[in-house]
């Protein structure tokens, strides 16, 4: 092929990059076309105080939680599944799309995913954010739909599914069918909820203060659903009485214990969402099971309670993290297959 014609076919392909975008509470994924995965990182800004001025933006912020000084801070523009900083979100998503190193003149069509309880100005601001990151079309979708596509489930068809994304800020259940959602369910109780509780049951229980950082890892390692066993985790943190660090060993059934709240909560949503589902797409769900989609289900034992709670089939997505930003994928590449679940 000549010189002059391998420049023009990579331009072309430059100009032509489209961009899918996972904006979770907890981290955010962008998928790009031709190249899959290219950025997965906390949703977590550093800025200077006294300035404004952006210092790190993904895993480089998250690197200073908890550690920053008066005139630094770390912020989570996402919480509970809304925006809870408009410009600190614009800041975080253009910083992201810096971070692929795409060429300034290239204008990529972007998806992007959002919580399902997102505003309407909110949607509005993620919009701006994404033209501002020289996107020249934008479209929006919402979290459950985008698991649902990206785990393989055909959403046109007059069949009822069941997704439960369990996120770091909010667990969105959903019954879909005919590219659409029959019945909803949100609640602002997921794994950041999961790490609140076990940094209150070591406050409470041991009088004993461990960082979120410290709580998230302590979920990962030993949380679980149902009675784990009798594993045992050392422990770090500050003793509330004496100021002073210790290390206390805790077995894996505490931690289940702190966690019970929290999956009561989950699991009585996924029941409110059944019972305003119809009864056709009862008897669909009957056969075909709950798929559990987001980082907060892959706690050990998740699908076991739930299926105890709900006697239906669960089961487990095979890439629970990426499903949403895979399903968001998809529905760039076929965005009129998918018109209607776009907005």
Known sequence: MPRDARLKLNYSNLLSKDIAIDLGTANTLIWVKGRGIMINEPSIVARMVNSDKIVAVGIEAQDMLGKTHHNLETIRPLKDGVIADFQMADE?????????????????????????????VEQRAVRESAERANAREVHLIEEPVAAAIGIGLDIAKPVGNMIVDIGGGTTEIAIIALNGVVAMEAIRVAGDEMDAAIVDWFHNEH???????????????????????NSRILVKGRDLVSGIPK???VSADEIRKALSDTLFQIISAMKRALERTPPELSSDILDRGIVLT??????????????????????????????VVMGTGMALENIKTYAAVLF
Do not use: W
């Open 207 to 229: 009088k004993m203060e461990v960082g979120y950082r410290t709580a998230e890892r302590i979920k990962c390692s030993v949380g679980a659903g149902i009675s784990a066993g």
């Open 247 to 249: 290390t206390i060993s």
């Open 294 to 323: 987001g980082g907060g289900s892959m706690l050990k034992g998740l699908d076991e309670i739930f299926r105890e709670e709900t006697n239906l089939p669960v089961h487990v997505a095979e890439e629970p993290l990426t499903s």
């Open 92 to 120: 975080m998503i253009q910083g992201f799309v810096r971070k692929m190193h795409l060429s300034r003149i290239a204008r990529p069509r972007m998806v992007i995913c959002i919580p399902s309880g997102v505003t309407p």
